[in-house]
């Protein structure tokens, strides 16, 4: 018996559930495969039940799962070295959620400003950002219906375009208060968006030049997904000051982390944050594991080529297309965005078998497990086509 009455009703669901998975395959009870082309929103990018991540899971549950941050966590330092090792950061604070590692961001900005003797730091977001759910998060966020009827917000989020590094320099030159600039290298749920070619290091400067921190949320485009470690590693001398990391660190087990180097590294002190279930024993366990296994199994380059194929294929069949304004991706994070509402392409994949997701209405985005092989990545682009195709233009 499926029932939704006693969840609160803030999900507009797809009419499927799952049962198993395995690799880049989920069945649902009657034991009907589905490709999954979301990874549960970039999450499973090791593939589901993958049995490397299984085991360090379940030998760590009988270990030990938890002991609250009063006493040393080995594993928590074995992770902040890990992550500080990919990321060219000096300290990690390691949490839940994506929304509590942005958290985490704006706090160390906060401090950093009152540090500095600005009384009333404010930090600079984008447009149709997406920063997650708490109300500072939302705060960061795109304006509209991720905050509507959430007032008041806190203060101190100013905002300007994406993808326009002139408007950054022009505020951050008239508001000396500006103690930090927020954005994500590639914006994920605001429709796969992806800056031109020299954006993030020219904001890079001009943050040096402001003395404001650059703060780049990679919660979505991080962990190799765009080909990279990290998806602002596409361009030189873009590095930041802090970095968030969430969605794939754990394979699904909820963890995350804000790096952050310099300064920004040094700005929380004993007592000034914390968290009750940051950085267990278990979670730190299967980050390390995740971050192993990405590393072990290239999936860096594998999904550059994987992605590339795909990209390559869509521009192909679908470059010309009525309904279709625009195909973007950089390695298996790939938007295709339509002139109309692209639901009924959604509901065309599910029953045939391939998961995939619509963002910002008209906006396909696909977000596959990174060990998708060719053939799975063919069906992929081949059920999408097909669903673009069969729609009313
Ligand atoms: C998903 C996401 C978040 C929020 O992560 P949660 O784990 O849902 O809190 C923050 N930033 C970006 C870019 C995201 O994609």
């Given at each position: 018996?499926?029932?939704?009455?006693?969840?609160?009703?803030?999900?507009?669901?797809?009419?499927?559930?799952?049962?198993?998975?395995?690799?880049?395959?989920?069945?649902?009870?009657?034991?009907?495969?589905?490709?999954?082309?979301?990874?549960?929103?970039?999450?499973?990018?090791?593939?589901?039940?993958?049995?490397?991540?299984a085991e360090a899971v379940a030998e760590q549950a009988g270990r030990?799962?938890?002991?609250?941050?009063?006493?040393?966590?080995?594993?928590?330092?074995?992770?902040?070295?890990?992550?500080?090792?990919?990321?060219?950061?000096?300290?990690?604070?390691?949490?839940?959620?994506?929304?509590?590692?942005?958290?985490?961001?704006?706090?160390?900005?906060?401090?950093?400003?009152?540090?500095?003797?600005?009384?009333?730091?404010?930090?600079?977001?984008?447009?149709?950002?997406?920063?997650?759910?708490?109300?500072?998060?939302?705060?960061?966020?795109?304006?509209?219906?991720?905050?509507?009827?959430?007032?008041?917000?806190?203060?101190?989020?100013?905002?300007?375009?994406?993808?326009?590094?002139?408007?950054?320099?022009?505020?951050?030159?008239?508001?000396?208060?500006?103690?930090?600039?927020?954005?994500?290298?590639?914006?994920?749920?605001?429709?796969?968006?992806?800056?031109?070619?020299?954006?993030?290091?020219?904001?890079?400067?001009?943050?040096?030049?402001?003395?404001?921190?650059?703060?780049?949320?990679?919660?979505?485009?991080?962990?190799?997904?765009?080909?990279?470690?990290?998806?602002?590693?596409?361009?030189?001398?873009?590095?930041?000051?802090?970095?968030?990391?969430?969605?794939?660190?754990?394979?699904?087990?909820?963890?995350?982390?804000?790096?952050?180097?310099?300064?920004?590294?040094?700005?929380?002190?004993?007592?000034?944050?914390?968290?009750?279930?940051?950085?267990?024993?278990?979670?730190?366990?299967?980050?390390?594991?995740?971050?192993?296994?990405?590393?072990?199994?290239?999936?860096?380059?594998?999904?550059?080529?994987?992605?590339?194929?795909?990209?390559?294929?869509?521009?192909?069949?679908?470059?010309?297309?009525?309904?279709?304004?625009?195909?973007?991706?950089?390695?298996?994070?790939?938007?295709?965005?339509?002139?109309?509402?692209?639901?009924?392409?959604?509901?065309?994949?599910?029953?045939?078998?391939?998961?995939?997701?619509?963002?910002?209405?008209?906006?396909?985005?696909?977000?596959?497990?990174?060990?998708?092989?060719?053939?799975?990545?063919?069906?992929?682009?081949?059920?999408?086509?097909?669903?673009?195709?069969?729609?009313?233009?």
């Amino acid at each position: 018996m499926m029932s939704v009455d006693h969840l609160m009703n803030t999900y507009a669901r797809m009419p499927v559930a799952f049962e198993r998975g395995e690799g880049a395959w989920l069945f649902d009870r009657h034991d009907r495969r589905y490709l999954d082309a979301i990874s549960g929103i970039g999450v499973c990018n090791l593939g589901h039940a993958n049995p490397v991540i299984a085991e360090a899971v379940a030998e760590q549950a009988g270990r030990l799962i938890h002991t609250a941050n009063l006493g040393h966590i080995p594993l928590q330092e074995s992770l902040a070295d890990a992550l500080c090792q990919i990321s060219h950061m000096d300290r990690a604070f390691i949490t839940n959620t994506g929304a509590e590692a942005v958290e985490c961001a704006i706090k160390i900005a906060r401090h950093y400003g009152h540090q500095r003797g600005i009384d009333q730091p404010s930090i600079l977001c984008m447009d149709s950002a997406f920063h997650g759910r708490t109300i500072a998060a939302i705060s960061a966020s795109s304006p509209g219906k991720l905050q509507q009827g959430f007032g008041p917000l806190p203060d101190g989020f100013e905002r300007v375009p994406f993808n326009d590094a002139k408007a950054v320099e022009h505020h951050l030159r008239l508001h000396p208060a500006c103690v930090a600039v927020l954005l994500e290298p590639i914006q994920g749920e605001g429709g796969v968006r992806i800056p031109s070619d020299g954006y993030l290091s020219a904001i890079r400067k001009h943050c040096t030049e402001h003395q404001a921190l650059l703060m780049f949320d990679e919660i979505q485009c991080g962990l190799y997904r765009t080909g990279q470690a990290w998806a602002y590693q596409h361009e030189a001398d873009a590095t930041p000051d802090v970095l968030t990391t969430a969605k794939a660190l754990g394979n699904g087990i909820p963890v995350a982390a804000c790096l952050a180097r310099g300064a920004a590294a040094t700005t929380l002190t004993p007592g000034s944050h914390g968290s009750t279930f940051g950085g267990s024993p278990l979670a730190c366990r299967t980050a390390l594991t995740v971050l192993q296994q990405m590393q072990a199994l290239e999936l860096g380059p594998h999904a550059h080529r994987i992605g590339t194929t795909m990209l390559d294929a869509f521009d192909r069949q679908l470059g010309n297309h009525p309904r279709v304004a625009e195909v973007r991706g950089r390695g298996l994070m790939i938007g295709i965005e339509l002139h109309d509402p692209a639901t009924d392409v959604r509901d065309f994949a599910l029953e045939h078998g391939v998961l995939i997701n619509v963002t910002r209405e008209r906006i396909i985005r696909l977000l596959p497990p990174l060990i998708i092989d060719r053939q799975q990545a063919d069906q992929i682009v081949e059920t999408v086509v097909e669903g673009i195709r069969a729609g009313a233009h």
